[in-house]
Each structure stands twice: as structure tokens, then as C-alpha cells.
């Protein structure tokens, strides 16, 4: 689409990441057993504050995409409102469940910058109350990508 060629680069470029910069994270939560589900964007500056998967974002940094269900992430153009006025939109494949986890598939804008977007694990990212987030896709920044393309191998989760 936008960055074709950026775009294959960034799939191959997830094990040679040695730090996230800046990342939005399209995440599902809920209360185990509960039925209440609900959506979030979730910002993080400096994504690699995530590694150990409890960093819940500030309250300035999530935006509620649904507040009874989760979000269909997949197909289709979603917009997060973050209450510091920026809209972040994702653009996920409609297959892209069917990918392998840490797939390039599909890409983000926040207004000023470019993102290219990847499968999780559904990992868990945080808890928030009683419910467990967990993380369906990550968004990188662009540039974080181009800059990191010539570090040396690591773990995917190394930086996350």
C-alpha cells in the first residue's frame, strides 16, 4: 500500500528489533468467565516498556474502542480517539488471524507519523481492574523500523 517496500523489510525486520520506539498496541480485555469484553488502543511512547506485560497505559494513552464487545479489528478502517485530541487508525488485513503470529499485516497512521502493523500472540499486555488485556496486534512506528533494520539478531520478545 504506502510503503510496499518498507513493508517487507518491517516483516523481516521483528527478530532484529532491539527497541520498540513508539507503538500502539489494538488490544481485547475482559473478566474471565464474566461475559464483559470490551476494546482499547493502548499508546506507548517507548513500546519496549511492555516486556514484562503488566505496563498498563496512562490514562491519556487509551482510547476505548467499544465498551460491550470486542472490536472486529480485521477489514476495516478503525479510529481510537486518544483524549489528548490524536486519532490513531488502523488498517488490518481481514485474514490476517490466519497469519502467523508476528506477521506484518496491515498499517496505522496517528496524523504525524506512519505505522506498520503486526500479529501478536494475544499475549497479555496488562490488567486493567479485573480484566486481563491482551494484546491481538502491535503497531510500529515507521521510523523506529528503518533505524533498527541494521541491529543485531535478538529474540522477538527481547524488546518487548
Not at 510496499?4 to 475482559?30: D, F, H, M, Q, R
Not at 502467523?100 to 486493567?128: E, I, M, W
Request: charged share 10%.
Amino acid at each position: 500500500m504506502m510503503f510496499p517496500k518498507l513493508a517487507v523489510l518491517a516483516a523481516a525486520a521483528l527478530p532484529l528489533l532491539a527497541a520498540a520506539g513508539e507503538t500502539v498496541y489494538l488490544v481485547n480485555c475482559g473478566i474471565g468467565g464474566s461475559g464483559v469484553e470490551y476494546s482499547v488502543m493502548a499508546y506507548y511512547p517507548d513500546g519496549s516498556v511492555t516486556a514484562g506485560g503488566n505496563v498498563p497505559p496512562t490514562n491519556d494513552n487509551e482510547a476505548q474502542i467499544t465498551v460491550s464487545g470486542t472490536q472486529h479489528w480485521e477489514g476495516q478502517a478503525v479510529t481510537g480517539h486518544f483524549p489528548s485530541g490524536v486519532s490513531f487508525t488502523s488498517h488490518i488485513q481481514a485474514n490476517a488471524q490466519s497469519q502467523p503470529d508476528f506477521s506484518n499485516v496491515g498499517t496505522g497512521n496517528n496524523g504525524f507519523r506512519n505505522f506498520v502493523c503486526f500479529k501478536d500472540n494475544k499475549r497479555k499486555l496488562f490488567q486493567q481492574g479485573e480484566a486481563t488485556c491482551n494484546s491481538i496486534y502491535y503497531c510500529l512506528d515507521v521510523s523506529c523500523l528503518e533505524t533498527t533494520l541494521l541491529a543485531p539478531p535478538l529474540d522477538p520478545y527481547a524488546w518487548r
